[in-house]
């Protein structure tokens, strides 16, 4: 019989093992066995906590998703100034920690959003996601700009987002955090400049 209190920690754990295991071999070649390996389990663990590879994919996902929401909700609750571009430079900032842009993060993400395509489970995690990006970013650009202006607004900064997040991922070089923040803030102000006189 497990020990009580373990499942939050041993789902953690085999968490851990999928992003070391496709950092290291890729989605495809991280099979449960490599994963159980990994972790310093048995096979049938996994299909205990998470019945199979899609299952952890999910919860893996599901973890770095809510990284990626903590992160960003620390950097806003710790502004010192409640201004539009300063929350819309914390949702950046939170979207390139380092969370979400070292290798294993990297490549894992990558690897969801290929199978997001195919799996609904996962197509309707990327869609939560996408929605709240955009959500959070059209919040605060129509605190000053016209609805049509902040719709306009926000979907360019999550395509840029976005954009930058996968150049870097691909690019094969470390990523290039603050190159990436800079890009993405000078659009911010750019947009934020159009407010109605």
Known sequence: MPKVGMQPIRRQQLIDATLQAVDRVG????????????????NGIISHYFQDKNGLLFATMSHLLTELATKTA???RALSSDSPRAHLQAIIEGNFDASQVNTAAMKTWLAFWAASMHQPALHRLQRVNDHRLYSNLCCQFRRVLSTEHARSSAR????????LWLRGALSGDAFDTAQ??????????????????
């Open 156 to 163: 360019g900064l999550a395509a840029l987002i976005d954009g």
């Open 27 to 42: 989605m495809a070649e991280a099979s449960i066995g490599v994963i159980a390996k990994t972790a310093g389990v048995s």
């Open 180 to 197: 990436a923040q800079r890009i993405a803030l000078d659009y911010t102000d750019q947009q934020l400049a159009k407010r109605p006189a």
């Open 74 to 76: 620390e950097r806003r």
